[in-house]
């Protein structure tokens, strides 16, 4: 598939942030969106990029009411040479239609998905900031439009990716932090839709995350919702833990969103010679592992902060410190490598980069 991109320029430009020390996250979006229309019985159509902007859209449509929505998060980078990458956005683009087969969605082409970032990113490259551990953030989203109450799939979607600046995750550091190992509420089921970067997923959590941060915690670990007992996830992170010298995660099978930040770590991992086991973990076996000193580290996995050392662990009140509130050693020599081979100051032996200038 491959349709013509239609571009449509702004007139009135924003003005760039003038400090890139405080972007934050998500705050500030750029001069343009891409935009592409689905019809059942026309397929997809429109494709154009046009001024960022609000959308009109019926308020009958099903996403309004039924949550049929998928996302993606990815970020550019701009290299010491000035030059523009991405980090395997066709890993993002296959996911966006596992998600879409998921949600009952139609599938969008994954290599004019990444056509799509492409030309939107080189479109707005003067938006991709400069200052170490900046970048400019994309979110691909797909909704349901049209005008129909009744609970089935749309008729209609809208894909568009909107894209804006983001600032360092570590601007003052690496601090570690704060788990709450959940007992109440539930993230995702088997059979669910955990797997699937749905909004409804994230809806859904919000209440357990606010309870947890009002006590002080940071984040929110899920444990399966079938007998609350092994880990999960982390709100938006995957989780890794440092066990007897080996990497220890807990296998995706249907409940775990798979990460592209925890196959990548993953694969880095093994490549230095650390032994990696995809297997339940039971929260019993942490507390008492980490008793008898051997869980020395554990981390998140993410786009947004590539690696989240976590510095405590609260189940039941029972606490358990970790790495002595910094960042372990493993977890920082994987974070060297991946965040040099995302920023373009280490070799991508694995072919993991799309260079755009
Ligand atoms: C996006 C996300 C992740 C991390 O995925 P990456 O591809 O590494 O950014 C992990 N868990 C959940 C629930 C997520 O939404």
């Known amino acids: 598939m491959d349709l013509e991109i239609q571009i449509l320029k702004t007139n009135t430009p924003k003005a760039k942030p003038s400090d890139e020390g405080s972007l934050g996250f998500g705050k500030l979006f750029t001069d343009h969106m891409f935009l592409v229309e689905y019809d059942e019985g026309r397929g997809w159509h429109d494709a154009r990029i046009q001024p960022y902007g609000s959308l009109a859209i019926d308020p009958a449509s099903p996403v309004l009411h039924y949550s049929q929505e998928i996302f993606e998060g990815l970020k550019a980078y701009r290299r010491n040479d000035g030059g523009l990458q991405m980090f395997r956005p066709w890993e993002n683009a296959n996911r966006m239609n596992r998600s879409a087969e998921r949600m009952c969605m139609p599938q969008l082409d994954a290599d004019f998905q990444v056509k799509a970032m492409r030309t939107l990113v080189e479109l707005e490259q003067d938006w991709v900031p400069h200052r170490e551990g900046t970048s400019l953030y994309l979110r691909p989203t797909m ?7 009744g609970v089935h799939p749309a008729k209609s979607y809208l894909y568009y990716i909107i894209c804006s600046p983001a600032g360092s995750y570590y601007k003052n550091g690496m601090a570690p932090v704060k788990i709450h190992i959940e007992d109440h509420y539930v993230r ?3 059979g669910g839709t955990g797997a699937a970067k749905t909004g409804g997923n994230y809806s859904a959590s919000l209440k357990a995350a606010f309870d947890a941060e009002k006590k002080g915690f940071d984040q929110v670990l899920w444990l399966d919702g079938r007998e609350n007992k092994y880990v999960e996830e982390v709100g938006a992170m995957n989780m890794v833990f440092v066990m007897d010298g080996k990497l220890v995660t807990a296998p995706t099978g249907g409940s ?3 990460g592209i930040t925890r196959k990548s770590v993953l694969q880095l991992a093994g490549d230095m010679g650390i032994a990696v086991e995809e297997r339940p973990i039971a929260v019993e076996e942490l507390f008492r592992a980490h008793e008898e000193g051997r869980l020395t580290e554990a981390f998140g996995t993410g786009t947004a902060a590539v690696i989240s050392p976590v510095g405590l662990m609260e189940y039941h009140g029972k606490v358990m410190e970790l790495s002595g509130g910094k960042i372990g050693p493993v977890a920082q020599s994987i974070y060297d490598t991946l965040v040099g081979i995302q920023r373009g100051d280490r070799p991508d032996p694995y072919g993991w ?5």
């Open 143 to 149: 909704i349901a439009t049209g005008a129909e109450l």
């Open 188 to 190: 995702a089921v088997k």
């Open 256 to 258: 775990i969103l798979p």
């Open 353 to 357: 980069i799309m260079k755009l200038s």
